[in-house]
């Protein structure tokens, strides 16, 4: 019953925060931290990332479809010689702008252990700054002028920008989806076309954070029952979908600063009780 619970907690988590613009392995870090949860979850953490990649398809499956048939159709016009880079339509360069924005992430992720490295220490101050840090972005964002530009509109230099911030959200509480949205909005793109490049930018992004995950699982032989593992990824794509209609919505009304103000709220309290862990040296946490 315990790590049925314990993997309810990090689902919600996970689901919430993969798409809410708050840090979700800031938030993971700082929940395990709590729950006293070391390491050994690596195959939740995998499952977790399944369930809201899940998520994200069955929320943009339209977009998505219209992507990969696009991906097809390219090759076909440019085997035909017919392919036009000023002619594509809006899912072929938004299809483009994904694997560019991808493209600059790939360097990056050969040195993620120098990223998540803070991540397992004990000590959260560091995801306090992190979470400091997203908060001035969003709140940077919501705040800039409007942009009107679509995804048949999205330049090269948009994709590499967002590609760029979302390099820094390797991270742990800097917000992926807070970061590549900003980044969207800072480059002129409309509201709702930020969040989607945004969401759907993140599925190689999930799917490549699950396999590194699987494979390092697949090292430690770790084991956990069936049933928790299929609850907590059905939660987790479950309240991912939820997430994403609700940043949609808040997005839409332009009060993307109230997750400003939440990650700075976070931010300041993570980083006051790691300032209190390490001058004490008690570890403040919860039995699950």
């Not at 998520?55 to 479809?65: N, P, Q």
């Not at 945004?198 to 390092?216: N, R, Y």
Request: glycine share 10%; proline share 2%.
């Amino acid at each position: 019953m315990g790590d049925i619970i314990s993997i309810l907690i990090q689902a919600v988590i996970q689901g919430l925060t993969e798409f809410l613009p708050v840090s979700s392995s800031g938030h993971l870090s700082v929940a395990q931290h709590f729950m006293n949860v070391g390491e050994e979850n690596l195959l939740i953490s995998v499952v977790l990332h399944l369930g809201t990649l899940a998520a994200v398809c069955i929320a943009f499956r339209k977009r998505i479809w219209g992507m990969i048939k696009e991906f097809f159709l390219t090759i076909r016009d440019i085997c035909k010689g017919q392919f036009r880079w000023s002619e594509m339509n809006d899912d072929r360069r938004m299809m483009f702008m994904v694997i560019i924005a991808t493209l600059i992430l790939v360097p990056f992720v050969l040195i993620k252990d120098f990223f998540t490295s803070v991540q397992g220490d004990g000590d959260i101050i560091f995801e306090g700054c992190a979470f400091i840090f997203t908060s001035i972005v969003l709140i940077l964002s919501d705040a800039c002028v409007k942009g009107y530009k679509t995804g048949k509109d999205m330049k090269v230099k948009d994709a590499v920008t967002v590609g760029l911030f979302q390099c820094v959200a390797l991270f742990p509480g800097v917000s992926r989806s807070g970061s590549t949205i900003s980044a969207g909005l800072f480059c002129g793109l409309a509201r709702d076309t930020a969040a989607a490049f945004s969401f759907i930018l993140g599925i190689p992004a999930i799917l490549g954070s699950a396999v590194l995950e699987f494979k390092d699982v697949m090292e430690e032989g770790t084991k956990l029952d069936v049933l928790p593992l299929v609850i907590g990824a059905v939660v987790s794509a479950v309240v991912g979908i939820c997430a994403i209609k609700l940043v949609e919505l808040v997005i839409k009304k332009d009060k993307f600063k109230i997750f400003g103000i939440y990650t700075l709220i976070i931010g300041i309290v993570c980083i006051g009780i790691g300032i209190y862990e390490t001058v004490t040296g008690n570890h403040l946490h919860i039995a699950i």
